[in-house]
Nanobody
Framework: QVQLVESGGGLVQAGGSLRLSCVVS????????VAWYRQAPEKQREWVAT???????NYANFVKGRFTIARDNAEYTVYLQMNSLKPEDAAVYYC?????????WGQGTQVTVSS
């Protein structure tokens, strides 16, 4: 059974930084990719970034140059370093992975950005 646990959210001023962590457990770190998504109130969940097992990354245009996704395979952890945060980045951030055609999600971590 795959489990993902996010942490690292909090309140930060605009222009500040946060680093989110996603610990993946359950014989899952062989999955091809782990992604971060976010969902703001009354908005649809949107994709933020993905990293595959070899470390190749992709980013949504609205975070390119500000966010960095990375993974530590030894620690079964995927990180999302968020710099130059904007009020519009405020959301619940989720990590996700797919194993055997099943999409697994963490419980999310709240990011609040004050202007």
């Amino acid at each position: 059974q795959v489990q993902l646990v996010e942490s690292g959210g909090g309140l930060v001023q605009a222009g500040g930084s946060l680093r989110l962590s996603c610990v993946v457990s359950g014989s899952t770190f062989r999955t091809p990719a782990v992604a971060w998504y976010r969902q703001a109130p009354e908005k649809q969940r949107e994709w933020v970034a993905t990293i595959n097992r070899s470390g190749a990354t992709n980013y949504a245009n609205f975070v390119k140059g500000r966010f960095t996704i990375a993974r530590d395979n030894a620690e079964y952890t995927v990180y999302l370093q968020m710099n130059s945060l904007k009020p519009e980045d405020a959301a619940v951030y989720y990590c996700s992975t797919i194993l055997n055609s099943t999409n697994y999600w963490g419980q999310g971590t709240q990011v609040t950005v004050s202007s």
